[in-house]
């Protein structure tokens, strides 16, 4: 490894396999700790103090290449997340998409904003119980307890599922 230095810079080159890359020491000085002085003349502190000093003005750069093969062992991706960037890809007008994204944070966030000011409202949370759990047992009379009336619901959700995917 040959390293030529100047007056402001230091540039180090590297000889790696046939190929020469340089690189450019930053203007910036690395400061490494020092170690406690040790018992020499005051001659030879003065020289380890310039030494030392002229060590801290220069940068270091390390430049590397990477060899062999890369590792046998990579990450994939989810399908969920393939399915995701094909869907974005096949997206025309991604601004609209974006904004209409953002927006349904916005209102998420406002929404549940609303329903915990409600939440602090006495009695109002109650009642909201009651009628939930109300409508929750008409639904289930009404759709879940005998054996048609749970296909004709199935067969419902089932349709509303492909009119929203688009697929069969």
Do not use: H
Request: with cysteine; proline share 6%; aromatic share 8%.
């Amino acid at each position: 490894m040959a390293s030529t230095t100047t007056s402001a810079r230091l540039a180090i080159s590297t000889l790696n396999d046939g190929r020469t890359t340089a690189a450019v020491a930053s203007p910036q000085c690395v400061s490494l700790p020092t170690l406690p002085p040790s018992p020499m003349s005051s001659q030879n502190r003065l020289q380890s103090w310039k030494a030392t000093t002229y060590c801290r003005k220069l940068a270091r750069n390390v430049v590397a290449m990477a060899t062999g093969d890369a590792p046998a062992e990579t990450a994939e991706t989810p399908e969920i997340v393939k399915t995701i960037l094909e869907a974005w890809d096949n997206v025309e007008d991604k601004y609209a998409v974006s904004t209409l994204a953002v927006a349904g944070l916005v209102a998420l966030w406002g929404s549940a904003g609303l329903i915990s000011a409600i939440d602090r409202l006495p009695l109002v949370p109650g009642v909201f119980e009651l009628v939930g759990i109300g409508y929750s047992g008409w639904f289930a009379y009404k759709n879940l307890v005998y054996k048609p009336d749970r296909q004709a619901l199935f067969q419902k959700i089932k349709e509303t599922y492909k009119d929203v995917i688009g697929k069969s």
